[in-house]
């Protein structure tokens, strides 16, 4: 299957000087995937979105996106394949969620063209697939998380993209929330096609959801394949420096990561 987003010799960082953040990465996602990106706090997972997302200019490499070189093109052409849904907060906003999620259509209209029926209408789809459609007229300030995540999802899934970014989309969520994000990413994967990469920090969701997993540690791609194959013990421990039990899943069979037995104090009670 041809990579629809591919990395190749991948190297990025921040500030002329400083080492780099992450050398040498190499990463294919085809169409209609769903890519997980893992490794500890610090080990760049931002930082490769950002440089995937073209935010941050590599050092070295690059970022094909349907075999285009992405730094070697446009902004606005960059962005109408590529979305890119960071972690941020509204703040005290007074936009309704239509309007944050409009902006999502300005690569394709500039930022003073009225919206023409075109757009209203991937608008109106963006919010449907979301489920906001409903509380459009809302202010985004009075939000719950969870609401806020969507409203971020379906402003990115405004720009049509062919390749979706995702930041920790489920931090902080309540469990029923991280379920539905994760839920609509598979379904934008593999009934919409789009190629989605999306960082997470716990295991077992990416167990879970993600077609193949790549795992960051140590400024570098310590393993990258099907979820069997990077969800071992010694791989984990090596990227966390921590040990780990892997079990499987009692319905699916998919690894499941489990801590160590608790070690208790001689004579504690159990």
């Known amino acids: ?24 990465i190499d990463l294919d996602v085809p169409a209609g995937t769903v890519l997980a990106l893992l490794g500890p706090n610090g080990s760049g997972k931002t930082t490769l ?38 972690q941020d907060d509204p703040g005290g906003a ?9 902006l999502g259509r300005a690569s394709h209209r500039g930022w003073w063209l009225p919206m023409t029926a075109e757009d209203e209408a991937v608008v109106d789809r963006m919010l449907d697939l979301t489920r906001l459609g409903p509380m459009r ?42 379920i539905e994000i994760l839920d609509l990413v598979d379904r934008l994967a593999h009934e919409e096609g789009l190629a989605v990469v999306v960082s997470l920090h716990d295991l077992n969701q990416a167990s879970t959801w993600a077609d193949r997993i790549a795992l960051l540690a140590e ?6 394949g099907d979820p069997d194959a990077v969800l071992t013990p010694d791989l984990l421990a090596r990227a966390y420096r921590c040990p780990v039990l892997v ?7 998919a690894p499941m990561v489990l801590p160590p037995p608790r070690r208790r104090a001689e004579g504690a009670p159990k």
Do not use: F, K
């Not at 400024?219 to 990258?224: E, P």
């Open 1 to 24: 299957m041809t990579a629809r987003l591919h990395a190749e010799g991948l190297s990025c960082g921040y500030g002329r000087g400083l080492p780099d953040v992450l050398t040498g």
């Open 49 to 86: 979105l950002r440089t995937l997302a073209r935010l941050l200019p590599p050092r070295a490499g690059s970022v094909l996106v349907d075999g285009e070189d992405a730094w070697r093109r446009g902004r606005a052409w960059a962005h109408r394949r590529v979305a890119i849904a960071l």
């Open 94 to 102: 007074r936009l309704t969620i239509d309007e944050v999620v409009r």
């Open 137 to 178: 007229h809302r202010t985004v300030d009075a939000l719950s998380a969870g609401e806020w995540q969507r409203v971020t999802l379906a402003r990115s899934l405004a720009q049509e993209p062919r390749v979706l970014l995702l930041d920790e989309p489920t931090a902080h969520l309540d469990w029923n929330y991280q």
């Open 219 to 224: 400024g570098t791609l310590l393993a990258v």
């Open 247 to 253: 079990d499987r899943h009692p319905v699916t069979g």
